[in-house]
């Protein structure tokens, strides 16, 4: 998704990450790899079809790897990439802002 008009590296950032849930699925996924239903029930406002086009997203940009096991049954498990680990500072930012904003 290169949509980025004025070539400013905070538009392109918003473009990429912006949007209610990708940057909270990461925050997920800083902690440890999960499994799409984790997922499910750790952001219980996020509906399985959104879920599922925010991890294809987020998986196309380089940013989580979608890892299949060969059991039964099919265990599917969502973790970060080296590029996605990279934005522990930007999660660990939001944090602070999320919790300023809360008690302001």
Known sequence: MKD???G????EAMTVLGG???MLIISFLIERPMRFNELRRAIPNISQRMLTLEL???EEEG???REVFAEVPVKVEYSLTEDGKKLNGLVEVLK???????VR
């Open 8 to 11: 400013c590296s905070v538009e």
């Open 20 to 22: 209610r849930w990708r």
């Open 4 to 6: 980025n008009i004025s």
């Open 63 to 65: 940013f989580i790897n």
């Open 56 to 58: 294809r997203f987020l």
């Open 96 to 102: 602070e802002v999320g919790s300023w904003l809360k």
